[in-house]
């Protein structure tokens, strides 16, 4: 096979990491703050295991990054460029954002939700 002129391994690369809906479900909470994975679980109402899982990956590909704050660890976008992807991703299909989380979430006891306002 002849070499190819251009390297398209890296964005290859970063859409297999998208192609996944609960990946896009996670960054989507993931727009406006850094979540634990109780507040992702909270919102999203997948299984903790389930959405370590998919953070892993995430955070693998070099997306997501993490810090620990006592007992708790946070997930953050590192990346903010994948929001235009996934912006024109939904454009092109004609979908709205699903922005109806609300930013406390009941059945969270984060620190960000049990913080009294
Ligand atoms: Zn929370």
Redo the contacts with the bound molecule.
């Keep these: 096979m002849a070499k190819q002129k251009y390297d398209y391994s890296s964005q290859a690369k970063l859409f297999k990491t998208l192609m996944h809906p609960a990946r896009l479900a996670i960054l989507d909470v993931l727009r406006s703050r850094e979540?634990?994975v109780?507040?992702l679980e909270?919102?999203l109402g997948y299984r903790q295991a389930y959405i370590s899982q998919q953070l892993m990956e995430l955070r693998g590909n070099g997306i997501v990054e993490s810090r620990r704050d006592g007992l708790n660890i946070f997930y953050r976008v590192c990346k903010p460029g994948v929001f235009s992807v996934l912006d024109t991703a939904r454009e092109a299909l004609g979908e709205e954002l699903q922005t109806d989380w609300p930013d406390?979430?009941p059945a969270?006891?984060?620190?960000?939700?049990?913080q009294e306002a």
């Design positions: 979540a634990c109780c507040h909270a919102a406390k979430l969270c006891d984060c620190p960000h939700c049990s």
